[in-house]
């Protein structure tokens, strides 16, 4: 279970840092624990510090933000230094950084710290920009440096479950993918604008989702697009409700369906339905209870909020980046998913945009 | 609930059958009951000749079909005449007649009893041919006849109460409607080489739910299709495997998901996604009970069978035209309907081969 | 599926009575059909009218009751004669018939009709006073008449489905069983006057539910009870809330939960525990839709009545009583099954009257 | 949401531990931390030593355990000391305990650190004889102590969720409780001969729940017990098998169904149904996934252990006892929650014995 891993995680991670300042276990620390540095203390930058800090073989070092306020709160939070991303960069004493700055920092940070010789986790996208993209991808396989991007979803406890059930061949080849995710509220204004769009910033999820589920490659996009919840949505260049179908070589298919608002809750679910039978995940509520009374039978809404729903997954991603760190394995996730993820994003762009199925490759 | 109109309408049509030798009561009968002949002793003619004879205000006076047998088999179930489709027609105790023969002699048999002033419900599709259904329905209209298509899953009670939810406001604005339907197995290859292709002949139940439920026409259609289940289906140029997104003018969606093979029954599944909130309905099992054991919870597989699922709806929808018969009030379906659902399949079939977003109307 | 089986019946028992004029016919029907007449046309004689209009082998030949509008009702929705109960005693156009008068005449006219060599269909119970139960099945003994008692959950296509998992090992040896039966609302306060009791009345079908399961008779019993509901029933020297422990001498348990009151609809649940596994059995609902918003998820309450909750029971009831008398194999429930239950309910009152431990036998 | 509550504990305590060198903290600290130790580093002894460590306010400061391996085991963990309970006794930087060892050193131990000046949280039970448990808890009130006995399930976040319906009266006034709690499996022998039986053992969490939920006392108690699973518990004295009722003074029931074997895990469900309405917590899965195939939809096994089942309540149980400690507060519950399911559990064992319905008080 989830909860057992995190608890594991948590008594583990507590014993190694408790013995920081025993010179006898510092050799043996230096050899098996990651040492991070988090760049940028904003939300997704204070969940990874959490899940860093619940992690057996990983200490959090240092934390970086230009806001003194953020990064002193994460700081005393968990006890880690705060240095510049300069300073991090340059620190013996870190092994791995988490980059959780803004998206448009995303390439360079990436390439500095792969030319300095740090793993990298960093949250998706690399960059809007499939170009940019490229070459970053390029610079770090040059550098034969480990990065690994943040799709956490392909870490949550039911999805790791529901895609077991696929290897263990218990619905025989995969044949159609269902995807629904629906977001409680929109985001800002202000995020909407420069997250590239719905297709680059909440689909993207979606289309991870898809190629690690699907098995082989998406050859062909086709994407309808609208705005139903709210025009300031459409002043922006955006969409607020889209449908996707991505098509395999093999005649494979998978749907998408997003919106930026369902009252009932944080809505995730994945239906797969193969050659022998069919897999589903359920949502997350806020409890398990059932109320009946005249007017029904009635159980909570969903969680509201992706960090409480993926709370599991984040802390269990960044272990799986721990262990591969440690142990120089492959990432179970690279800068070339990203990639693939944003060509799809950038496909069904343009579907939408030309009324085409859109080919890839 | 569904159980018990079926019920009422069991005994009330016994109750009048029964009395059909008593003269007092035949002047009072012909009044108030709609006098029916079934064209077709098939699986679906028999389905129908069961609806009317389970509807207070029908009688079954006669069956037609070209095998004998079939036809004695009807006859000797619900005790009515064997008559030939042109006796039918020129019988002054008739009606109203249910078509139910093969597809390729809707047309021709709409527009004769049309003109013969009876009232016909007409198994979906009208023609295969929109240019067909297109003059078909322009002779309807000129007879002033009445005509309702099969399309029962509007009768269905579950689908009944999501779409007065719809109507009560639950939801608020429809937004995105999601539909599976999934066969448990495929037709007979007989089947498909006439059938017109799995967009004609499966999808074209969705597309008529689709508008239905969306309140407002289709805009445009994109579809993919694939062979998935038997390289058989591609030998007879069909698919078995598609996903179709219809658009409207105001931007609402709606998916389609089909396959003509799950293992775990006849999946039939509708979920409507609002502006306040999301509707769905559950498919229907063999029974209700649910075995634990330690290798988990199991509920029963779905109903395996069109009949068994739908038989409430096919009871209903005859009661609704035997009402609009009887009261002169407009049939719940149309030719229209027919007309509307096959021009998606055109677009849908369209879509695929062309990899473009079909615009209608 | 119970519907197939109802709509079939339906259909085949309309063909035997439409041909009930074809005088080629009478001699086949007469030898494999079952004559009926409903004693009694209330609410429960109207459902038995209709189950034996829907069961293939039998035909309603007569209704009897005191109310001429009652029985003149039934003659007319299902075609048949009013007839004194003496009159129908002494028809010989009338094989068996279907007791459904109140509690205080059961036991006469069971052995009445005994006496007269009809086979009898009798609602329970068969009288409130054991005493008067075992004489009258003495009666039934010595005529070797045919008796079966109306405790038609036996016969509910999900308890059937349950109690085959069972019999098929599902589960392995039956241990404890949960049975839940909660009705919407008390009955007038005038049934209840001569009801014998919640336990005689309510109880009294869970008894037989639990014997039926159990697979063993019922050694002891336990029982609580209390007016939490409506002190009306206090005054009426009643409870309206009760739970029963039954143990059986190998130590099996069954306990069981009634109250008068469940808002959310009547609520009718079976759960049995096994040494292998469990298996339950869920409730009926309205319908099979289920609404989404900001409150949570919400299906619809439960079925509000009993006879729609058990309409499928009734007609598979009257059909396993046909089917034994025309086969003269044994009917699935006795007179004994009734004096079982009814010693339970008596052991019921008898616990919580003494506060002791009841024992059997 | 308990994750949420549980990960905001896991930080909050990390930050405060990390401290404990810096001596600028310290004073700082003694007022706000709950300084604990340990007593007994069994199975149950970890558990709390895990939710020590994930409370913000509280710091583990020793760990005791005769064998050695073990409390080292929890040191090296946790990072605190090893002391034994004598020295415990008298640490001057020790505030309270967790009494985790075996049943018959409960009282003495509550004794001892009650007398110490310690506040106590002490595993259920105090002890297994009435008049003891009734001495221990005069000298807790002697000496004016904290003692906070532990019923976890009183912080499980469903039946948190399910107390705050009934208490924001979404089901009116309580009238029938159905506890339902199954075991994966019998303890081992060894702990059986020792525990008291299955009613002073595993029932007395369903009698504190019981209390907790009625809202009122119990008056009356009736019991049913069976040797169903393994001829080795008889043998040994016991039972693995039982139902019991509840009933309060004012006539609400509450049952309680147990077994020690349950293939399907472990089978923990709590319904109450009121005056308007009824609340239900389910059970917990390993997975929320779904496999659909011909054999029907099957859902995981539960939680097959106690800790995975309830570790949320364990932690939120040390968490309100520390809030109680730090704030001078009543603990949530006390020595008479003990004392009164005690006597609900010799009551049961006095029905079993006697075929009686046991009064109390």
Same mark, same amino acid.
């Given at each position: 279970?989830?909860?057992?891993?995190?608890?594991?995680?948590?008594?583990?991670?507590?014993?190694?840092?408790?013995?920081?300042?025993?010179?006898?276990?510092?050799?043996?620390?230096?050899?098996?624990?990651?040492?991070?540095?988090?760049?940028?203390?904003?939300?997704?930058?204070?969940?990874?510090?959490?899940?860093?800090?619940?992690?057996?073989?990983?200490?959090?070092?240092?934390?970086?933000?230009?806001?003194?306020?953020?990064?002193?709160?994460?700081?005393?939070?968990?006890?880690?230094?705060?240095?510049?991303?300069?300073?991090?960069?340059?620190?013996?004493?870190?092994?791995?950084?988490?980059?959780?700055?803004?998206?448009?920092?995303?390439?360079?940070?990436?390439?500095?710290?792969?030319?300095?010789?740090?793993?990298?986790?960093?949250?998706?996208?690399?960059?809007?920009?499939?170009?940019?993209?490229?070459?970053?991808?390029?610079?770090?396989?040059?550098?034969?440096?480990?990065?690994?991007?943040?799709?956490?979803?392909?870490?949550?406890?039911?999805?790791?479950?529901?895609?077991?059930?696929?290897?263990?061949?218990?619905?025989?080849?995969?044949?159609?993918?269902?995807?629904?995710?629906?977001?409680?509220?929109?985001?800002?204004?202000?995020?909407?604008?420069?997250?590239?769009?719905?297709?680059?910033?909440?689909?993207?999820?979606?289309?991870?989702?898809?190629?690690?589920?699907?098995? #082989?490659?998406? %050859?062909? =996009?086709? $994407?309808? +697009?609208?705005?139903?919840?709210? !025009?300031?949505?459409?002043?922006? /260049?955006?969409?607020?409700?889209?449908?996707?179908?991505?098509?395999?070589?093999?005649?494979?298919?998978?749907?998408?369906?997003?919106?930026?608002?369902?009252?009932?809750?944080?809505?995730?679910?994945?239906?797969?339905?193969?050659?022998?039978?069919?897999?589903?995940?359920?949502?997350?509520?806020?409890?398990?209870?059932?109320?009946?009374?005249?007017?029904?039978?009635?159980?909570?809404?969903?969680?509201?909020?992706?960090?409480?729903?993926?709370?599991?997954?984040?802390?269990? #991603?960044?272990? %799986?980046? =721990?262990? $591969?760190? +440690?142990?120089?394995?492959?990432? !179970?996730?690279?800068?070339?998913? /990203?990639?693939?993820?944003?060509?799809?994003?950038?496909?069904?762009?343009?579907?939408?945009?030309?009324?085409?199925?859109?080919?890839?490759?």
């Amino acid at each position: 279970m989830h909860l057992d891993i995190q608890f594991l995680g948590l008594c583990k991670s507590i014993n190694l840092r408790h013995c920081a300042g025993n010179p006898a276990l510092i050799d043996w620390k230096k050899n098996m624990t990651v040492r991070f540095a988090i760049l940028g203390a904003g939300r997704i930058g204070q969940v990874h510090a959490r899940a860093v800090a619940s992690t057996r073989a990983a200490t959090l070092v240092a934390i970086a933000d230009p806001i003194e306020a953020a990064a002193k709160s994460v700081a005393d939070e968990y006890g880690c230094d705060i240095r510049s991303i300069e300073e991090i960069r340059q620190s013996a004493d870190i092994d791995a950084v988490a980059i959780c700055t803004p998206t448009d920092t995303h390439a360079d940070l990436i390439e500095q710290f792969a030319r300095a010789g740090k793993a990298v986790f960093c949250e998706k996208p690399v960059d809007l920009d499939i170009g940019r993209v490229k070459d970053c991808i390029k610079v770090v396989e040059q550098e034969k440096a480990t990065l690994m991007l943040g799709f956490q979803r392909r870490f949550d406890p039911d999805f790791l479950a529901l895609k077991k059930a696929i290897d263990d061949g218990a619905i025989g080849d995969v044949e159609m993918i269902t995807l629904t995710s629906r977001d409680p509220g929109a985001p800002p204004a202000e995020y909407i604008k420069r997250s590239g769009g719905i297709f680059r910033d909440m689909t993207i999820h979606d289309f991870d989702v898809a190629r690690w589920l699907l098995g #082989e490659e998406v %050859a062909t =996009v086709q $994407a309808a +697009a609208s705005v139903l919840t709210d !025009p300031a949505i459409k002043a922006l /260049g955006d969409y607020d409700s889209i449908n996707v179908i991505l098509t395999t070589a093999s005649g494979k298919h998978c749907t998408i369906s997003n919106t930026r608002r369902a009252t009932y809750g944080y809505d995730q679910r994945i239906e797969v339905h193969g050659s022998m039978g069919s897999v589903s995940a359920e949502n997350h509520r806020e409890s398990r209870i059932e109320i009946a009374n005249s007017d029904g039978y009635t159980r909570p809404p969903l969680l509201n909020f992706f960090m409480s729903r993926y709370m599991a997954a984040y802390a269990n #991603e960044i272990s %799986a980046f =721990v262990d $591969a760190v +440690a142990n120089g394995t492959p990432t !179970p996730t690279t800068g070339l998913d /990203g990639l693939r993820a944003l060509e799809l994003a950038d496909a069904a762009v343009k579907s939408v945009e030309t009324g085409q199925t859109i080919k890839l490759g």
